[in-house]
């Protein structure tokens, strides 16, 4: 699932089926990669991603991408 805040600046994919309220246990931030932007990914309890946030999205993704949020 891909959602897109417009007014915050802010999408995230979640690639977990099911998400649960404190799925997310550890975070990495992942800085000047794109300038202006942020990505955070999400790991679950058992190491494996279940999602990623960008700040600053629409400095780091394509226009048709973001449109096409939920």
């Not at 802010?10 to 997310?24: N, P």
């Not at 960008?54 to 394509?62: E, K, P, Q, T």
């Amino acid at each position: 699932m891909f959602k897109y805040d417009r007014e915050a600046n802010a999408a995230y994919v979640s690639l977990a089926v099911h998400k649960i309220e404190g799925m997310a246990v550890r975070q990495v931030v992942l800085e000047d990669l794109v300038p202006g932007a942020e990505v955070i990914v999400d790991f679950d309890p058992d190491g494996k991603i279940c999602g990623i946030e960008f700040l600053g999205a629409s400095n780091c993704l394509r226009d048709d991408i973001l449109a096409s949020s939920e």
